[in-house]
DNA sequence: ATACATCTGTACCGATCGGTCCAGATATTG
DNA sequence: CAATATCTGGACCGATCGGTACAGATGTAT
């Protein structure tokens, strides 16, 4: 153990409401009194352990992937079910996400992908997003190929158009859970849409 | 004619490059700074003008709607095509605004639906445009009511439904947009979606 | 020509922005 | 204990925020 004063606060926790504030409220829409504020510590705090505005942003979006990002995606794999079945899942996982009455409404990665143009946020922050992205239209791309080798997918659809398909659809969701969609409004617009799905 | 000295700039003019400064930068992203230098005039002008901040915005939803929003809902009534076709052209004109390379990315209504939450956008302007996403969500609604009486769409789907459905993918494709894809790459999404519907 | 309304630029307002600095409190190690 | 490393709160920084006040230029109608 190193020597002197521990930490005082769970910088765990503090990242994590950090990440609610800019979840709600934006980038731009983010002040620093904001942060202290529901963080419960002060400036000087923040800067020792987070650096500042920016890297503090880079964190939580860190924070965000890892603790409401990624856990969809597990839908996809449970092979007991057929695959429209596991889509259905993984967006309605999603849609319950969007809507939760514990967390802000949306998706942090889609609010922050519309803050990218001009220069509201920081440009390492801006490409962090784009990769967010990108690596999931990876994931998914690789996702449906596997399904169509394996005889899941007609051979008519392109991997990639169905996950780029997905990702659009998913930033809409989080838009209209942003705008009041109920989680019941979401599922209606899923179950139209994986209805429709010529899989 | 009043008495005195006429306003000496473009108002229309200066209001669209205010417009344009907001669509690319969101409302809390955009200074006054920001604001006078691209419309050419001063504090003084624009307060004179347009009121203030919020009320230039408000004004610069309304010339947006007017300009690139109400546009595309023409492709829907061009009745010589049958209604899948319309609705492909109706997303296809919407996507060619979204990634139209003179104009900003993306969709204004969406970038301030996603800011409505927290303090990011005046309540006025948050109710703006809160209602009119619902009017869209209206006017769309009524027109498949009108598709499924002429028997142009199967009885089993719900009008609103497809409104819904139809606002998310907006929604999506302009956040999409906003992360840098291409007018081909939208198109893509757009006949993925259309040729699954089974209208 | 005169009176007047509106425009224009600038200086200025208090508040807040992100960020820094430092003195002192606090806790840990040896 | 003493030495030391880190935390804490508050004062402070220059810059910018949205917004106002005002003096003077400009142009219109009579």
């Known amino acids: 153990m190193t020597v002197g004063r521990n930490r005082s606060f769970d910088k765990d926790n503090a990242l994590k409401k950090a990440m609610l504030v800019f979840w709600e409220n934006g980038y731009p829409g983010t002040s620093l009194t904001d942060l202290t504020n529901v963080m419960g ?5 923040l800067y020792a352990a987070f650096g500042n505005k920016e890297e503090l942003f880079n964190q939580a979006i860190e924070f965000y992937l890892n ?3 990624v856990a969809h995606l597990a839908e996809l794999f449970k092979t007991e079910q057929n695959l429209k079945e596991r889509v ?4 309605l996982s999603i849609a319950n996400m969007l809507t939760n009455p514990d967390l802000p409404k949306g998706c942090l990665i ?5 803050e990218i143009a001009g220069h509201c946020l920081p440009d390492n ?3 962090n997003i784009n990769a967010i992205n990108q690596q999931t239209i990876f994931t998914l791309t690789n996702f449906f190929e596997k399904e169509q080798q394996v005889g899941n997918l007609l051979e008519d659809n392109s ?3 169905i996950a780029n398909y997905l990702l659009t659809l998913q930033f809409g969701l989080a838009v209209s859970a942003r705008n009041g969609s109920s989680m019941e409004d979401l599922e209606e617009v899923i179950n139209f849409s994986i209805g429709q799905f010529n899989l």
Chains 1, 2 share one sequence.
């Open 88 to 91: 259905r899942n993984y967006l």
């Open 125 to 127: 922050s801006a490409k």
């Open 159 to 161: 991997s990639n158009s």
């Open 67 to 69: 603790k409401h990002g």
């Open 41 to 45: 510590i002060n400036k000087s705090s």
């Open 110 to 114: 889609c609010n922050s992908t519309s």
